[in-house]
C-alpha cells in the first residue's frame, strides 16, 4: 500500500531499487523470461513472493526476473511507471485503482484467462473487472483491517474488547491512567491513517455514503465528514505524538514491545512486527461501533494481486505466469512464508491457518459490505496529491476542521471534473 506523490526521502527498503532504476532495467525488455515489477520490499512478503516465482520457474521451466521496488516508491510512481517501460506483469490492487488505470488503456485484457480461472467469487471477479465489463487483475490474497492488540496485555490489566465507540474511548482513558500509549499510530508512509478516516466514516455515515464519498458525488465539507473529523480529533490526545515522523513498522513495534495497547491497521502490519514466539498473543477487534443504524456491518478488506501491462514484451510468457498465480497451488506457497494474509482462491489449503487467519476469515464472512481502502476506493491522483497530504494536515493541526474539509472540497472538484 501506500501512497505519497512527494517521496519526503522515504528510505529503500532491504534488497530495493529506485524505481529509475527498474526504468532502466526494463528497457532493453526481458532477455530470458517474464519480468515482474514488485512492491513487496518488506522481509516477510518479498520472502513468500521469491518461493511462488520459484515454484513457478520449476514447474514451467522459464525464468521470472522480478524487479522489487520500495512499496511506497512504488505505488507513487505507478503512473509514470506504466506510461513508460513497465515490466510485464506488476503488482497491484483490485478495484478502483486498477479499473482507473484500465480505463487509460494501460492494462491487458486477460478477459480469455479469467473463463478458465476457477475458485473466484462472483465478487472478486467483479473487484477484477474493468468500467468497460473486461476482467484485467488476478486477485491473490486479501487482508482485513481491525484494531489489533496483545491478548496478553488485555488479561493482565483486565481490559474488555469494545464494542461501542463509547466503549472504546474509556478504555484509551484507562491505558493512557494505566502508562500505556493508547493507540501506536505512525503516518510517515501517508497511507496507515486512512485506515482510520475509513472506519470512522463508515460506522458514523455507512458504507454507502463513504463509497459515494471517495467516488466524489458526496461534499467533504458535508456535517457528515465534519463529524469524522471530530470524532478523530477527540481520539487524537491517545494516539502517538508525531505520527507523521513514524512509519507504521515503528508502530506496530511499539504495540509488539507493549508500550502501546491498541493500533489500527491491516492484518500483516503487526503481524509482520510479531516474532514466532510472540505471534499467538497478537488478536483483533472490529472498529467498534457508531452509529447503530450501521453498526459494525462494513469490513475494510483490500485485495492485492497481479496486473499484466498492456506494453508488456513477453505476452505469452505474461499470461501464463498469471494463469499459474490464479491457482490454488500458488496462494498456499505464497502462504506457507507469509501467514499475514487471506487466499482468495476457494480452493486454497486453510487447515494451516493460524488461529488469527481463521479469526480474520469470519471477520470479512460475516461483513455485509467490504471497503478496500481510501487509496483504492477513490482515484489515484485525488489519494496521492489531496488526501495525503490533508489527513497528514490534521494531524498537525487539528483544529481547523472548517479551512480543512473546504480545502478538500475545493480540489475534488477540480479533480473529478478534470476526467
Known sequence: MSRRTLLRGAAL??????????????????????????????????????????????????????????????????????QGTPDDVFMWFA??????????????DISDLWQHFGGFSDALKKQSTGADGKQYFVPYYYYPWAVFHRKSVFQEKGYEIPRTFDEYRALAKQMQRDGLVPFAFGDKDGWPAMGTFDYLDMRANGYDF??????????????????????????????????NGRTWQEAAQ??????????VLGLPHPGQQFGAADRDDLDFFPFPEIDPAFGRDAVEAPVDGFLMSKKAR????????????ATPAAEDIYLASDPNNIAVNSGADTTAYTPLQKKAVQLVSGARQISQFMDRDTRPDF?????????????????????????????KKQIFAAG
Open 13 to 82: 527498503g532491504a534488497g530495493a531499487v529506485a524505481l529509475p532504476s527498474l526504468l532502466a532495467a526494463c528497457d532493453s525488455g526481458p532477455k530470458n523470461g517474464v519480468s515482474l515489477g514488485s512492491n513487496a520490499s518488506d522481509a516477510v512478503p518479498k520472502k513468500a513472493f521469491a518461493a511462488a516465482f520459484a515454484a513457478y520457474e520449476k514447474k514451467s521451466k522459464k525464468t521470472v526476473k522480478v524487479n522489487t521496488v520500495n512499496h511506497e516508491n512504488f505505488q507513487e510512481n505507478i503512473n509514470r511507471y506504466l
Open 95 to 108: 478495484g478502483n485503482r486498477m479499473q482507473y488505470f484500465a480505463q487509460k488503456g494501460l492494462l491487458a
Open 210 to 243: 463513504h463509497i459515494a464519498l471517495l467516488s466524489g458525488q458526496k461534499s467533504w465539507n458535508s456535517p457528515q465528514v465534519k463529524q469524522v473529523f471530530d470524532l478523530w480529533r477527540g481520539l487524537l490526545p491517545y494516539h502517538q505524538q508525531g505520527a
Open 254 to 263: 511499539s504495540l509488539a514491545q507493549k508500550k502501546a495497547g491498541m493500533t
Open 314 to 325: 513477453d505476452k505469452s510468457g505474461a499470461r501464463e505466469l498469471l494463469t499459474y498465480l
Open 383 to 411: 489519494a496521492s496529491t489531496v488526501l495525503i497530504q490533508a489527513i497528514q494536515q490534521f494531524l498537525n493541526r487539528p483544529d481547523d476542521i472548517d479551512g480543512l474539509v473546504n480545502d478538500i472540497e475545493r480540489q
